[in-house]
Every structure is written in C-alpha cells, then in structure tokens.
C-alpha cells in the first residue's frame, strides 16, 4: 500500500498544495539544522560521569540533569499549534545557535542549581526547532513521509553519534571549561538557516481549514495507544541515551574516550537504523516494521550487558539499530494521522515522549542507586516487551481518510 499525498501546508517551506514530488534539498536543508542542533544536545550524557565526580551526586542526581532540559517539552503543543498558524522560521533559524552556546557553555558553572538552569533554558530551544520542524518535513516530503522521517531523524542519530567525541575532544583539547569556543558551529548552522530561509514564504494554513475537531477524533484514537508503547520502552531508551557513558565508567572500568565511544557507536548504529527504517515502513507498513523492533531490541540489550566482552561492539552496533530506529517510524506514523494539524500532533507527540523519558531516566537512575547499574539496564529490557501488544493497537494507515 503506498502512502497517499498529503495535503497540509507547513509552517515555513511554501510547496505546491497536493505536490507528491519528494524535495530532497528541502528534506537536507531541515536535517542540516537538525543535526547540529542536536549535536550540541548531546553534549550531556558523555560529560555526566566528570559532573558526577565534580559536583559528588549520585546516579538518579545525575541523570536528572537531562531531566530540566526536557521539561520545555510541555510548551511543544502550544508551539506546534503556533506553527500551524503563522510563521516560526526564526524558531527554526535560531535555535542551534542558542543550543550551541548553552551546552557549550556547561563547563564554566559549578554548581547543580546553575547546570539546571542552563538546561531548562537549553530545552526551550531545543523545543522550538522540535515542535515545527518535522511538520515541514513531513510537507516536503511528498508521499514518502516515511523516507523524509528517515532522512530527518538520521541527521539526529548521526548528531548524537558526533556529539559525545566531539564534546570529549573538545575537553582534551580547551579543557572542560574551554569548550565554550565549539559554540561557534551552533552560530555558523543559524546563519545558512538564515540565508536560506529568511526569505521563504512562511504561509500558515488558511482559515477553516485546520479543523481542531478532527484532531482530538484522531488524537483519541492514537494517542492512548502511543503512551502504552512508548511507556514500555522508555525506560530502555533512557538507560541507553543517558547512561550508557557511566554506566561503562563505572561498570567497566572504561576511560572517557572509550565511554563517549560506546554512546557513538549505539548512535552510529541509530543512524543507519533511521535511514532504513523510515522507509521500509512506507513499503512493508508501520506496524509490522515496529513489532521487528521493538521484539528484538530487550534481547539484544540482555546479550549486551550479560555477554562476552569481545560481542560488546557488535552487539552495540545491533543494539543501536533496534532501540533507536523506532523512532523516525512512529513520527511518520503521527504524520500519517494528521494531515491538517501536523505540526500540532508533533508537538503533542514529543511533549508526551519527552514527559515519559524524564521518568524513565529517574526510574533508571534510582534503580541504579539502589540495585546497580547492571540490574536497572535489566530491568529496563524486560519491561520493554510491554509495549509490544501495544502495536496490534496502532491505528493503520487506511483510516488517513477519516482527518482528510
């Protein structure tokens, strides 16, 4: 079954209503801003273990920190609902600038208060690229919003695979107090987005047309089911995103390098499983693509954590491919659902993500306090195989009918 074009028009890029051409400098363009936005953002989990050691927390104190970046989450709907009605491209335009330069600037505070006032800030700007962006994707993709999902969220696996070495390099090259010159790829990204999309038509959708009733029938229908899903496996996604780096620090006795190492090589992994995932969802369905995943993802993190140490780099690798490619499948499944209010369902969506992942990394953080690292990754895998009922639930592509 191929995916009908979708006629809703995004917040920034001014296309042709119904146009199923699939714009591949558009889709880069978007991406671009992406991964160095999220480049920056991943600057975090890699740098936990020497926070820990200087500040003197513990695990679930630790983690948390990721916590205050994602509270802004909230504020995702409302701005998914302004994307849907005028323009937000300096939204789009400035936010790697002002993400750049908050995580860049980490190493210069020394208190826990200071770091947690620096991340809230950072998370409104990560926000506010978050919210619109894969609407516009979504738009300029045509009928493969499957591959532009793929497209879209491989640049911000590839940006968390860079992130941590590049972060780590820094501090080995400018000290962790130092790091604060790399801001300036954040600036460099926001000026290309500048050039390119300063005088672009950012037309918001004409009045009458983005029907709030058919969204709440829609979003009944979905997100229930996606809460169930995403609840079940969050608690793994957060274990392997946050505390992978400590977690081979401490358990493994591994250096800082080989630690932010580990974190790229499940991220590596993660890019190659969005590019492909995406867009074999758009042939062979979604929810088939999701119950592959999601049934062989808490498998593999059991090998990883009990097997031999000469499988860890494989079984990273595999690990990397099936926890992390669910995600571009599931936006281009929220799409799929909302043709008229996309950048509205996104927000919603990442705001219901984002909620979920805050407590799942303080589960897995007070987990680790109490019973060790090694058995709150456990944990974590088993109850991941909960969310896989929840796929038999996904409504299908053929009910697109009913919002359009």
């Avoid at 989990?45 to 909230?74: H, K, N, T, W």
């Avoid at 809230?120 to 619109?132: K, Y």
């Avoid at 993500?353 to 306090?369: E, H, K, M, N």
Wanted: charged share 10%; glycine share 8%; hydrophobic share 55%.
């Amino acid at each position: 079954m191929t995916t009908p074009a979708i006629p809703a028009d995004p917040p920034i890029i001014e296309t042709t209503p119904n146009d199923p051409a699939f714009q591949t400098e558009q889709v880069l363009t978007i991406g671009a801003g992406h991964m160095v936005n999220d480049t920056f953002s991943a600057f975090l989990a890699p740098m936990l273990p020497l926070i820990q050691s200087m500040l003197g927390i513990g695990y679930a104190a630790a983690g948390s920190l990721a916590i205050f970046a994602q509270i802004p989450s909230l504020l995702n709907p409302f701005i998914g609902y302004l994307a849907d009605k005028v323009s937000v491209r300096y939204f789009v335009i400035l936010a790697p600038a002002v993400t750049a330069t908050i995580f860049s600037c980490l190493g210069l505070v020394s208190t826990y208060a200071a770091l947690a006032i620096m991340l809230f800030v950072a998370g409104i700007s990560i926000a506010a690229f978050h919210a619109p962006a894969p609407a516009m994707v979504a738009k300029v993709s045509g009928q493969q919003v499957g591959k532009g999902m793929s497209i879209f969220m491989a640049c911000g696996e590839f940006a968390r695979a860079i992130g941590p070495m590049l972060v780590v390099a820094g501090i080995a090259w400018f000290g962790v107090d130092g790091i604060w010159r790399l801001a300036f790829l954040g600036w460099g990204m926001s000026a290309i987005l500048y050039v390119r999309l300063r005088t672009v038509a950012a037309t918001p959708r004409p009045p009458g047309v983005s029907a709030m009733d058919t969204f709440w029938a829609a979003a009944r229908r979905l997100f229930p089911v996606l809460v169930w899903l995403l609840a079940g496996r969050i608690m793994m996604v957060a274990a392997l995103t946050t505390y992978l780096p400590i977690y081979m620090n401490d358990e493994r006795q591994a250096s800082l390098w080989l630690a932010a190492g580990a974190l790229t090589i499940l991220q590596a992994a993660g890019v190659v499983g969005a590019l492909a995932t995406g867009t074999l969802s758009d042939r062979w369905g979604r929810r088939r693509v999701l119950l592959v995943l999601l049934s062989f993802a808490p498998f593999l993190m059991i090998a990883f954590l009990y097997g031999p140490e000469w499988l860890a780099v494989p079984l990273l690798l595999l690990l990397g491919f099936a926890s992390i490619s669910p995600q571009p499948v599931i936006m281009a499944l929220v799409q799929d659902q909302f043709p008229k209010n996309r950048a509205l369902a996104n927000g919603t969506y990442l705001a219901i993500t984002f909620l979920l992942q805050a407590g799942g990394i303080w589960l897995v953080g007070a987990l680790s306090d109490s019973l060790g690292l090694t058995a709150a990754f456990s944990i974590s895998a088993l109850v991941a195989l909960v969310s896989i009922p929840a796929i038999h639930w996904l409504p299908g592509r053929a009910q697109i009918a009913i919002d359009a």
